[in-house]
């Protein structure tokens, strides 16, 4: 497997230009076994190589004119992925690399400044209904009517996507109950709940709609453990169950590893390495001498520890 990457260590500048996942001829996806489990113990979700892809990203850029003195910032430089359907892939980098950004472009809540994207071969400016049916997002910052209940708020957004309300309260129940919300609570209102509460009737919001690419943003960003433990799991079984394509970005690199088949690392909006997570810290072990494991990259390609980053943990600027 041929691992795409770009700087040299603890440097923030790309020294070439990142190539399109999975664009080597004969490259084949990694395996993801979930951490704390063996071999046997499941079958492991291959991401599924026939047909257009779940999603192609190429040669993307975004740009920020935030002051008219000065020269546009630029938050996504000439970025190119491709997921196979049934993949979960990582999009790691510190805060304000640019995955936010990224993610809002996929989802359409940000205009191209140049490239493509296409979700199962639809372009998502000119096929853009036809993407909305077949993609949603869940971010770390979720929005809701804040006096109405879980049970109110989705089944509006039920409403607005043609689901009929009876199977819409059912599902509702039934998704919330596997995240660990009990029924006798959906009628709480949302500025009652905790913040863990509030992200599990995100995630329940998006999957009302049967997404068949979803875009997790941070989704366990300030979760208690628990919550978080319920939210990874359901994760996994929608992956699993649903055959759900997944893009995942992340600070946990623990979830990451857990979930992840393919890793793309972005610093100052450009890919500056992507490979599986084994591939990854592999690489970092023999040609950098660094221990094998995600932190190693993350620094390796960012010039940051993880622990540098979280202290500046907030909304990231893109």
Do not use: W
């Amino acid at each position: 497997m041929t691992t795409t990457l770009v700087p040299e260590p603890k440097t923030t500048t790309p020294t070439s230009s990142p190539q399109p996942a999975g664009s080597q001829p004969g490259s084949e996806p990694a395996e993801r076994i979930p951490a704390g489990r063996g071999e046997g113990d499941q079958q492991v979700h291959q991401p599924d190589r026939s047909g257009p892809p779940a999603l192609l990203v190429e040669h993307v850029s975004k740009r920020f004119k935030v002051d008219r003195r000065k020269p546009p910032v630029i938050a996504i430089d000439d970025v190119s992925l491709r997921l196979e359907r049934g993949a979960i892939h990582g999009i790691l980098g510190s805060n304000g690399s640019g995955k936010s950004t990224l993610v809002r472009l996929i989802s359409g809540l940000l205009t191209l400044d140049a490239g493509r994207v296409e979700v199962f071969g639809h372009d998502i400016e000119r096929d853009e209904m036809a993407v909305k049916r077949l993609i949603n997002r869940v971010s770390v910052d979720a929005a809701f009517f804040k006096k109405l209940s879980p049970m109110e708020n989705l089944l509006f957004a039920a409403r607005l996507y043609g689901i009929d309300a009876k199977r819409a309260r059912r599902e509702v129940t039934e998704i919330l109950g596997r995240l660990g919300i009990a029924e006798n609570r959906l009628g709480r209102p949302v500025e009652q709940m905790s913040r863990g509460m509030q992200q599990k009737v995100e995630i329940a919001r998006a999957l009302l709609t049967s997404p068949t690419l979803l875009l997790l943003d941070e989704p366990t960003t300030g979760l208690d453990p628990r919550s978080k433990l319920d939210v990874q799991a359901f994760i996994e079984e929608v992956n699993r169950t649903h055959d759900a394509t997944i893009v995942l970005t992340t600070h946990d690199l623990a979830e990451a590893e857990r979930f992840c088949s393919r890793i793309t690392i972005l610093n100052g909006g450009r890919v500056v390495a992507e490979d599986s997570p084994e591939e990854l810290k592999r690489l970092v072990a023999d040609t950098h001498a660094q221990e094998p494991t995600l932190e190693a990259v993350f620094m390796t390609f960012t010039g940051r520890s993880l622990d540098e980053d979280v202290e500046e943990e907030g909304p990231e600027p893109d």
